[in-house]
């Protein structure tokens, strides 16, 4: 069975808002995906976009298929994953000398691709 990934590890954006995004194009075909997403005003549809595209130049390279690629209507996004990744820990002075934790997340995006005849 051949399923091609790709990730963008270490993302500067929250895997909160990015899974709202994630969501709408899990299981869908990925040119149908694509299309969603260019009309999404969020950061992370971009982030998301740039991923499902790597995957699926991945699907279309002839090296990575053993040379015959598929074509990019055949593709399912099978697995779209966000996970948390590091998070960057600043202080913040609050109120008779303490101090707050300010988290800046960062995310992992996951894709799988995979024929539509194999699954």
Known sequence: MSTFVASHRNARISAQKVRLVADL????????????????PQRGARMLEKVIRSAVANALDPDQTGGSPHRIDELVLTDVRVDGGAMFRRMRPKARGS?????????HISVKVTPIDEI
């Open 25 to 40: 194009v899990r299981g869908q075909y990925a040119d149908e995906a694509l299309d969603t997403l260019k009309y999404q």
């Open 99 to 107: 101090a707050h934790i300010i988290k800046k997340r960062s995310s």
